[in-house]
């Protein structure tokens, strides 16, 4: 057992359920309005944590402080974790949507049930970070072992979720697949946690991938990073991020990103305008990843869209000048998860493989392809590993 339920939850100051102000903390979000309709469209998979909904409802109705309610939403939350982690690898349920509709369930209820003590706004607030950190894998990382090598992978929530309300998300299949894995290669031995992040602007404003991150680059406690997200026809390993946002796509609170690709935006973080290079470059091992090729192709992507033009440039020294408009992985928060993680890495100077994959599409859910999905990209991981 990786962890005890009633873990230490860690916060830091940085550390908020972001988009959220106090005074809108009982209104569902855009998200949860959609629950409905999703349980009248795929009630299998909504419903199929329904009873840890309903006992984490009930639990919180029945706290008599601020810190039993805590306690509470830890337990649950992490218990939603794994279960949801325990359905794809023990059971064979390659379905990563009823974790997403189970947490939009508890902080629902966690917007909206009265507990037995004056529950202030910040308290309430606290409650819905909780679950939203604990669901997500972000309080189960355990990087204790220093006879292994340690990888960090993100996958993310299903999204576009407007267009098609059934619709799953490969990254997260793999991620809840792989988290906590063992993986060997030789001599060589790597032990892989997994973290879902939101498909929400508003948490990259506000430092999601930064306060994920930045702690275990400072510690050297990670020797590869691989943020994954769902793209297109074949693996794309995205050779080039880039800083600003220009897609014309909501995320999952149907807010944009703000820029156009006339006018491209740069991300914020800390309240002010998110600062560095219009370009960066990853580190993954591309050469080794790339002989990993089947079932679907590894493509090593370099092309990026300037102001200027669009191309496929050979090295980083070429994109000097450009105004990024976007990454080799886009415009959208795929692009943006691996630009963080990379610029993050380079500020505080650790030298680790850290870039970002692109899974083959799916159309709503493909069990079996995203199983293939998931276990091109554990094959990937271990060719990775042998160059660590």
């Known amino acids: 057992m990786r962890h005890p339920l009633s873990i230490a939850v860690r916060f830091t100051a940085a550390t908020t359920l972001l988009g959220l102000s106090l005074h809108t903390l009982a209104a569902p979000t855009i998200e949860e309005q959609r629950l409905p309709k999703a349980r009248a469209a795929i009630p299998e998979s909504v419903s199929r944590h329904d009873g840890l909904v309903k006992q984490f409802t009930q639990a919180f109705s029945q706290a008599a402080s601020q810190a039993d309610a805590e306690t509470v939403a830890t337990d649950y939350a992490f218990g939603l974790w794994q279960a949801a982690r325990d359905d794809i690898r023990l059971l064979n349920k390659l379905d990563d949507r009823p974790l997403y509709w189970a947490r939009l369930g508890m902080t629902q209820a966690a917007r909206s049930t009265t507990p037995r003590y004056a529950i202030t706004p910040a308290g309430r607030q606290k409650i819905l970070e909780i679950v939203e950190r604990t669901s997500r894998g972000i309080e189960d990382i355990w990087f204790f072992d220093e006879d292994m090598k340690h990888i960090l992978i993100t996958g993310f929530d299903p999204f576009l979720l407007d267009r098609n309300i059934d619709q799953s998300n490969p990254s997260g299949v793999a991620a809840l697949r792989l988290d906590g894995k063992i993986i060997r290669v030789g001599n060589k031995v790597a032990r892989i946690e997994a973290v879902l992040a939101p498909v929400r602007f508003a948490d990259f404003d506000a430092g999601f991938?930064?306060?994920?991150?930045?702690?275990?680059?400072?510690?050297?406690?990670?020797?590869?990073?691989?943020?994954?997200?769902?793209?297109?026809?074949?693996?794309?390993?995205?050779?080039?991020?880039?800083?600003?946002?220009?897609?014309?796509?909501?995320?999952?609170?149907?807010?944009?990103?703000?820029?156009?690709?006339?006018?491209?935006?740069?991300?914020?973080?800390?309240?002010?305008?998110?600062?560095?290079?219009?370009?960066?470059?990853?580190?993954?091992?591309?050469?080794?990843?790339?002989?990993?090729?089947?079932?679907?192709?590894?493509?090593?992507?370099?092309?990026?869209?300037?102001?200027?033009?669009?191309?496929?440039?050979?090295?980083?020294?070429?994109?000097?000048?450009?105004?990024?408009?976007?990454?080799?992985?886009?415009?959208?928060?795929?692009?943006?998860?691996?630009?963080?993680?990379?610029?993050?890495?380079?500020?505080?100077?650790?030298?680790?493989?850290?870039?970002?994959?692109?899974?083959?599409?799916?159309?709503?859910?493909?069990?079996?392809?995203?199983?293939?999905?998931?276990?091109?990209?554990?094959?990937?991981?271990?060719?990775?590993?042998?160059?660590?």
Not at 228 to 244: C, K, N, T, V, Y
Not at 272 to 289: D, I, Q
């Open 209 to 388: 991938v930064e306060n994920l991150l930045r702690d275990y680059y400072r510690r050297k406690e990670v020797d590869m990073v691989v943020t994954i997200s769902m793209g297109r026809a074949q693996f794309d390993l995205e050779r080039f991020p880039g800083l600003r946002r220009s897609a014309d796509v909501p995320d999952n609170m149907n807010v944009k990103a703000g820029g156009t690709t006339t006018n491209p935006t740069p991300p914020m973080l800390d309240g002010g305008t998110l600062s560095g290079k219009e370009f960066v470059e990853f580190s993954l091992p591309v050469a080794a990843m790339q002989k990993v090729n089947q079932p679907f192709a590894v493509n090593d992507n370099r092309q990026v869209t300037t102001l200027k033009q669009t191309f496929a440039p050979q090295r980083l020294a070429e994109l000097k000048g450009e105004v990024s408009v976007e990454g080799s992985g886009g415009g959208y928060l795929s692009n943006e998860i691996s630009y963080r993680s990379v610029r993050l890495r380079d500020d505080v100077g650790v030298r680790i493989p850290v870039g970002h994959i692109h899974t083959p599409a799916i159309q709503r859910h493909d069990p079996e392809t995203e199983g293939k999905i998931a276990d091109q990209i554990e094959r990937m991981l271990k060719a990775a590993l042998e160059t660590l």
